[in-house]
């Protein structure tokens, strides 16, 4: 019999981290991840989150895939230094959850960003000539005050994706509705909180929540190995990963883009 994949991975415990701000890229590689933790047979997967959230669509796609590879991969999700908002969303896909006493988490609720430069560009003697279809087609514009009826129709979309989130919430944690929402005002809370309000499982470190998994599909803890599961880095990218300098630029500009890119969207995300 040829095996499609080494039988070694079924002795083996896959790991993925989600790290930063949850958006276009970070969905991708977790999902090839997850894709390739469902090919390779691995019994568990380790789960490492920390981040402060990111769009509603991402965190959407990222959750629903972990909730299919629920049924045949034990998930164990570890909660790092930060994981709100859209990571707290995320962590609902795994089985059990596991957080350090000090992690901040939380902050469960929709925030949509618009900006208003409307008496810079005065002063600078600019102004746009907008024809539009309809008169809601160029809402959130950055060049004018939002009206009352803009308002409300923003309004009743965040309420809705707000919705969804406490659904889903009190779905994986087998919580009352109501009882989700009693919290789920945006406010952040530490891991110990989260663990007396049935948020997360367990307290402990993400080697705890290695041990765990390992537990789930009875293997030895001290004898199993963890394959991170990562997409390699091209060799221009280990060049300018190993310029500091580099480093901060880029980050600086991954952060300008995805404040320009995700205006106006719905976002799962904590601002501190």
């Known amino acids: 019999m040829i095996w499609p994949f080494k039988p070694r991975y079924r002795k083996q415990i896959a790991r993925i981290e989600i790290n930063g701000v949850i958006a276009r890229d970070i969905r991708k590689r977790v999902l090839e991840a997850l894709k390739t933790v469902e090919e390779r047979k691995f019994p568990a ?31 164990v999700a570890s909660f790092g230094n930060i994981s709100a908002s859209g990571g ?13 006493p000090g992690t901040i988490t939380g902050s469960i609720g929709v925030i949509l960003r618009g900006n208003n430069i409307e008496r810079l560009l005065e002063r600078v003697g600019v102004s746009f000539k907008v024809v539009k279809s309809g008169p809601y087609k160029d809402i ?9 009826p803009e308002k409300q129709i923003l309004q009743e979309l965040i309420d809705v994706s707000y919705q969804q989130f ?67 880095k091209s060799l221009l990218n280990r060049v300018l990963s190993s310029n500091q300098v580099s480093s901060k630029l880029s980050a600086a500009q991954k952060m300008v883009e995805f404040e320009v ?12």
């Open 166 to 232: 406490v659904r889903t919430v009190a779905e994986a944690r087998n919580l009352a509705v109501e009882t989700v929402r009693s919290f789920a005002d945006g406010r952040i809370f530490t891991g110990e909180q989260a663990l007396e309000l049935g948020v997360v499982d367990r307290l402990g470190t993400e080697e705890d929540a290695r041990k765990w998994a390992c537990e789930l599909v009875n293997l030895d803890p001290e004898k199993t190995q963890c394959c991170t599961l990562e997409k390699p």
């Open 45 to 75: 997967l380790l789960l490492r989150i920390d981040s402060p959230g990111g769009t509603v669509a991402d965190s959407q796609e990222i959750y629903s895939a972990l909730k299919i590879l629920q049924e045949k991969v034990k998930i």
């Open 88 to 100: 707290v969303y995320i962590g609902m896909g795994a089985q059990h959850i596991i957080s350090n």
């Open 140 to 148: 959130l514009a950055f060049d004018r005050e939002m009206t009352a």
């Open 261 to 272: 890119s995700t205006n106006g969207l719905p976002m799962w995300l904590y601002r501190p």
